[in-house]
């Protein structure tokens, strides 16, 4: 079982930049491929950015290169997702995600979410 905690959510303008965090539980956190996934009003949810066990290889949604970036400190159980240069469209309820592979496959099929943190752009 893993329990994923997000936190960094918030109100920012166009352009800013927002860090979010996501603590996870256990100590089996280096054995999942760890994820973000949003989910605007009225859409559905949709994958955002992954990475691996490690932290060397990633991936992210075409909406997303270039200005968001991925990351994760095993040591300390986190995920992290650096956002840049936002744009009113990126607002949306992020959720943590984790999946457990043997092989290294994106987008992610999670098995564990967090309960989802709101970031709001404004124009």
């Known amino acids: 079982q893993v329990q994923l905690v997000e936190s960094g959510g918030g109100l920012v303008q166009a352009g800013g930049s927002l860090r979010l965090s996501c603590a996870a539980s256990?100590?089996?956190?280096?054995?999942?491929?760890m994820g973000w996934f949003r989910q605007a009003p009225g859409k559905e949810r949709e994958f955002v950015a992954a990475?691996?066990?490690?932290?060397?290889?990633?991936y992210y949604a075409d909406s997303v290169k270039g200005r968001f970036t991925i990351s994760r400190d095993n040591a300390r159980n986190t995920v992290y997702l650096q956002m840049n240069s936002l744009k009113p469209e990126d607002t949306a309820v992020y959720y943590c995600?984790?999946?457990?592979?043997?092989?290294?496959?994106?987008?992610?099929?999670?098995?564990?979410w967090g309960q989802g943190t709101q970031v709001t752009v404004s124009s």
């Open positions: 995600a984790a999946e457990s592979q043997s092989y290294w496959s994106v987008p992610l099929r999670p098995d564990y």
């Open positions: 256990g100590r089996t956190f280096s054995t999942y491929v």
């Open positions: 990475i691996s066990w490690s932290g060397g290889s990633t």
